[in-house]
């Protein structure tokens, strides 16, 4: 099987869409670090007691970099309306996140410090419980902190097809 049949085969997967952020630790003792965001497909509930969630993360990428080190973060489930948000963080090979947080609306989340999507379906503060290598990417476990429901009536933004879609 080759590369291109295995992501054609789960591309068929209809998939929510999230932005996952850290704060970077400030290079000094005072002042605060770099925002992080990355989009991500693969985030999924992995327990309810305790409650536990998974985001794969590409090995060597800069949140697996950051999350290696900074055990807090936070999750937004994206709405259907901040298609915008997902594609910009989804970029690749970009040098700096703070361009990328300018004019996305954000709060900073209480325990983690990480940015939270203003407007999202849901957000969650996390800590990571558990690091488990699976081939080129990093499967980080974390345990909820905290979850809101900014905008528990929107509609969730999927990934069908290689494409960000509208459910229904």
Not at 4 to 24: H, K
Not at 47 to 52: F, I, R, T, V, Y
Request: with cysteine; hydrophobic share 40%; aromatic share 4%.
């Amino acid at each position: 099987m080759s590369n291109d049949e295995f992501r054609a085969a789960l591309s068929r997967l209809a998939a929510g869409v999230v932005l996952v952020t850290a704060e970077e630790p400030p290079l000094e003792d005072h002042g605060r670090g770099e925002d992080v965001g990355m989009t991500a497909t693969a985030f999924m509930s992995v327990s309810l007691d305790p409650p536990l969630v998974m985001v794969s993360l590409r090995n060597d990428s800069r949140m697996d970099d950051l999350l290696a080190e900074q055990p807090l973060w936070a999750v937004s489930v994206l709405t259907e309306g901040q298609r915008q948000v997902a594609a910009r963080f989804a970029m690749k090979n970009r040098i700096s996140d703070r361009l990328l947080f300018e004019d996305v609306p954000c709060t900073r989340g209480e325990i983690s410090g990480a940015p939270l999507v203003g407007g999202a379906l849901a957000t969650l503060e996390c800590r990571t419980e558990q690091r488990v290598p699976a081939g080129d990417h990093m499967l980080v476990i974390g345990r909820v902190l905290s979850a809101s429901l900014p905008d528990a009536d929107g509609e969730p933004l999927t990934y069908f097809k290689g494409r960000y879609r509208r459910l229904g």
